[in-house]
Structure formats: structure tokens, C-alpha cells
């Protein structure tokens, strides 16, 4: 039996860079205590900026007294972290040969039926549960950037997880206001970045081949697909662009693009003319506001899309509603 939702009370955060925080600030807002651990310099306080950032957006979400959230606690040492949480989620390098031994340490010191998520983007988890203590509680729990805001993690078992690890921890993430999503079968790259890599595979393209700076680029985006991306997928979208004979007819119609040369997929060689076009592109696209205003205005729109959309009960927009729904119960909010 693995610690089910109700018995989780302190969550252990392994690596607290971009998306570790992410996740101390979404479970902190929740009323869970995590316990954070990372070796770089300045990590702590990296991380309690994070939180702070993060909590403007989260309390527009769901409004939380202080004295309702989690505490914070953090500590260089990896055993101290794990040994008495609940629920562990590793968010260190994508690096095999980091995440390896590291979860190895965590599964060693952590509590035997402690369920154990690993936020890769797209290692495999057989791979990586394979030198793991108890590796039938390790599972992908892929998250997506800000992890505070986004409802969506994929979640992916190995060949040595165990089915309940899956069902018990999936409930977990709805605990705290996620949409949990199975990827029934260990792939490469799992579901969402399969397509995220598609297309940043042809942006590198058409940025190497002058087509197109990164600015027009994302402008080809948010002035279109991207606005649309957040009501319904691509599936869906074609299928509405097919008129009233629906898919079917939208495949007879474009099919013969499919045998256009349209597309790339495999990525152009990374050449430092490449690289420097990327970052001169994405630096001038960024002037005038620093990292923390992008983030700022980011979210807000985020904060704003989702409560547009919690109006008509979809999407994103019905898992903010259910999380405040959720919290309000469990905190007597
Ligand atoms: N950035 C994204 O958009 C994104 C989205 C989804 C998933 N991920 C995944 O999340 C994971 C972390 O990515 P990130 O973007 O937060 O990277 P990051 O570089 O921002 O953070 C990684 C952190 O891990 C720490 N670290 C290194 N070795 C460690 C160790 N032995 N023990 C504990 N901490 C250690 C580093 O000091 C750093 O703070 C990766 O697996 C990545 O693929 C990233």
C-alpha cells in the first residue's frame, strides 16, 4: 500500500531550479510542507524568490491565508529531505547519469511506501528506476513550465512500477490542482513533447535557413494556433475546420499536403551561427523587461486565460474551478 493522497502532509523537492520550485510553490499554496534540496549556490534563495513570485499568480487562483499554506524547509542533504516525507519529486538535471544515482539515494533513505516522481521531460522510467530501492513506486510525473500554474503532468510508469503507484499518486495530483494525464505506453518523449519537439525542430529550421527570425516565429504562433491552443487541441481543431462533413473531409482536403515537403523533423546540426542567431533573436524579443516581469506577465495572462475559460467550465479553466473547490474543502477555506 502506497501513502494515498489524505496522508500526504510533507512533500520532498530533489533539484529546485526552474520547475523544482515550481512545484514547492504549488504544493506550499496547497498547505504542504516540502522539504527542498539542492547543492548549488545560492539555491535557497533562488527558491524563495520563485515562491514569492509565484504566490501573486497562485493567490488569484485560489486564495490561501498564510497561515493556511505550507512551511519551507530546506537543506543541503539528500537523506534529510526524503526520510520523512510522503511524496518525493525529483527535478534534477536531464541527465541520465544524474538522475540515476540520484534517485538511487532518494529510494534508499525515503519511506518504503513513499511514492517517488521524477519531472523528466523524456528519459525513460524503466531506465531510470533500474538501480532504485522499492523502483515500483517510481513514476514520470512530467510537468510543464511554471509548474505553479500549468494543470498538466504526464504521468509514466516503467516496466517495474506498479499499476496502484499510477492510480494512488494520480490522485495526488489532483489533490493539488493538476491534471493528470497517463501516457499508457513508455515512449521517448512521452505525448507532450513528441509535439512540442516537432515544433521547435522546425523553428531551429527556418531560423538556420533565414526563413524567419525568432520574433516572427512566435509571432506566427500568437497571433493564431496559440490563441486557439489553449480551448482545444489540434485534433480537435482540425476536426472543426473540416466543416460540417468534419475530419473526413479535412483529410481529404489537406492529405496531399502530408506528401509536401513541408516539414523537417530531424533537427539541423547546432552550429555556433545557429546558436548565436537563437540567442541574439530571443534576447532582442526580450529587452526592456527582466526575467522576473516576463515571468510576471506571464502569469497573469495565464491567471486571466484560465479564468476566462473556467466561465464555460473547460479545459484549464474547469481544473481551476475543481482546485478551488478541492482546497476549500481540505484547508475550511
Ligand atoms: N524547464 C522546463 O521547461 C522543464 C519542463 C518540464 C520538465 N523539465 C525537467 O525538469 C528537470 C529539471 O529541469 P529544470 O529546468 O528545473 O533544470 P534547472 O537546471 O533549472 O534545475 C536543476 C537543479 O538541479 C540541481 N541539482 C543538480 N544536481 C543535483 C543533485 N545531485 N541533487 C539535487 N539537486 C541537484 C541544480 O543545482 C539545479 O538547481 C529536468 O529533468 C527537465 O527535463 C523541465
Known amino acids: 500500500m502506497f501513502i494515498n493522497k489524505d496522508q500526504v502532509k510533507t512533500v520532498a523537492i530533489i533539484g529546485t531550479g526552474v520547475i523544482g520550485a515550481g ?3 504549488r504544493c506550499l499554496h496547497r498547505g504542504i510542507d516540502v522539504m527542498a534540496s539542492d547543492p548549488g549556490a545560492n539555491a535557497e534563495e533562488a527558491l524563495r524568490e520563485v515562491i514569492a513570485n509565484a504566490e501573486q499568480a497562485l493567490q488569484k487562483i485560489v486564495p490561501v491565508p498564510e497561515e493556511k499554506k505550507g512551511k519551507l524547509i530546506f537543506t543541503k542533504d539528500i537523506e534529510e529531505a526524503v526520510k520523512n516525507a510522503d511524496y518525493i519529486q525529483e527535478s534534477v538535471p536531464e541527465v541520465e547519469s544524474i538522475k540515476i544515482p540520484v534517485l538511487k539515494e532518494i529510494s534508499k533513505y525515503a519511506k518504503p511506501n513513499a511514492i517517488i516522481g ?29 509548474v505553479y500554474l500549468l494543470p498538466l503532468v504526464e504521468v509514466v510508469g516503467g516496466e517495474a512500477t506498479s ?34 519537439e516537432a515544433l521547435w525542430r522546425e523553428l531551429l529550421h527556418l531560423v ?12 506566427a504562433i500568437i497571433y493564431g494556433a496559440g490563441l486557439r491552443w489553449s480551448i482545444m487541441g489540434t485534433a480537435m481543431t482540425y476536426y472543426l475546420a473540416g466543416g460540417k462533413n468534419g475530419m473526413r473531409h479535412f483529410m481529404a482536403q489537406f492529405g496531399p499536403a502530408l506528401k509536401l ?16 542567431k537563437m540567442v541574439d533573436g530571443t534576447a532582442e524579443q ?20 484560465m ?27
Not at 208 to 219: F, G, S
Not at 310 to 331: N, W
Request: hydrophobic share 40%; aromatic share 6%; charged share 30%.
Open 286 to 305: 526580450g529587452a526592456g523587461k527582466d526575467l522576473r516581469e516576463w515571468e510576471q506577465l506571464r502569469d497573469n495572462c495565464l491567471v486571466s486565460i
Open 163 to 196: 499499476e496502484e503507484a499510477i492510480t494512488t499518486v494520480m490522485e495526488f495530483y489532483k489533490m493539488i490542482g493538476m491534471k493528470p494525464l497517463k501516457v499508457r505506453v513508455e515512449i521517448d518523449g512521452f505525448i507532450a513533447d513528441r509535439l512540442l
Open 23 to 25: 512545484w514547492a510553490a
Open 307 to 333: 479564468k476566462g475559460l473556467s466561465e464555460f467550465d473547460h479545459g484549464a479553466g474547469k481544473v481551476i474551478k475543481e482546485d478551488y473547490a478541492i482546497q476549500k474543502e481540505r484547508l475550511s477555506l
Open 118 to 146: 521524477t519531472s523528466t521531460s523524456g528519459l525513460l522510467p524503466t531506465r531510470l528506476q533500474s538501480e532504485m530501492v522499492n523502483p515500483e513506486r517510481l513514476v514520470v510525473a512530467h510537468p510543464f513550465n511554471p
Open 208 to 219: 538556420n535557413d533565414d526563413v524567419a527570425t525568432t520574433q516572427e516565429i512566435d509571432d
Open 261 to 276: 515537403p513541408w516539414t523537417k523533423l530531424e533537427a539541423p546540426e547546432l552550429t555556433d551561427e545557429l546558436i548565436d
